[in-house]
């Protein structure tokens, strides 16, 4: 059973918060270990896993990278260990950013920093934009036509990885 069926919602990148925790909670009272301490060993362990995997539906659920990863594994798209080719246009860019942080590691900026971290935004935000135009195209997209939006945010989920690590460097130099 997957997260959205274990939650009786359908498969969404965009989901009702308060929703998904009224689930979360029901799930989470109604396989309680603690309500099963009398029952068979058997049953212990099966109310254990069902506890375990509303915890991890909920993380997943509730973490919108995490919902897309996990949608785009439902869908095929996504393997562990995949090598996936980013765009060129992308990784260019991505090099020019790059290069701005290997210079700050010799001669520390305040305001080089402050220009990579407004572009790195800039960045996101375009990103964001881009997977909410593909999530809103999905209801109204023909079986071809969502295969391609799925490619696309794809794309898009491997680019939010990469400027993540992008992101967590900045924050790093931020913290000097």
Not at 72 to 101: A, C, H, I, R, W
């Amino acid at each position: 059973m997957n997260y959205f069926e274990l939650y009786e919602l359908p498969l969404s990148f965009g989901l009702d918060e308060a929703v998904l925790k009224r689930k979360f909670y029901e799930l989470s009272k109604r396989f309680h270990p603690d309500f099963y301490i009398n029952e068979s060993l058997e049953k212990q362990a099966e109310i254990l896993e069902l506890s375990t995997h509303n915890n991890k539906a909920y993380q997943v659920l509730s973490d919108p990278s995490k919902r897309i990863a996990y949608i785009l594994e439902l869908k095929g798209l996504l393997t562990e260990d995949e090598s996936y080719q980013l765009p060129q246009d992308f990784l260019m860019e991505m090099m020019e950013v790059n290069e701005s942080l290997m210079e700050l590691e010799f001669d520390s900026d305040e305001n080089t920093l402050q220009d990579i971290g407004r572009k790195v935004t800039a960045m996101e935000q375009a990103i964001q934009v881009e997977l909410a135009a593909c999530t809103a195209a999905l209801s109204d997209a023909n079986e071809a036509e969502q295969d391609d939006l799925y490619l696309k945010m794809k794309d898009i989920w491997y680019r939010q990885k990469y400027l993540l690590r992008i992101r967590e460097s900045l924050n790093r130099f931020a913290a000097r």
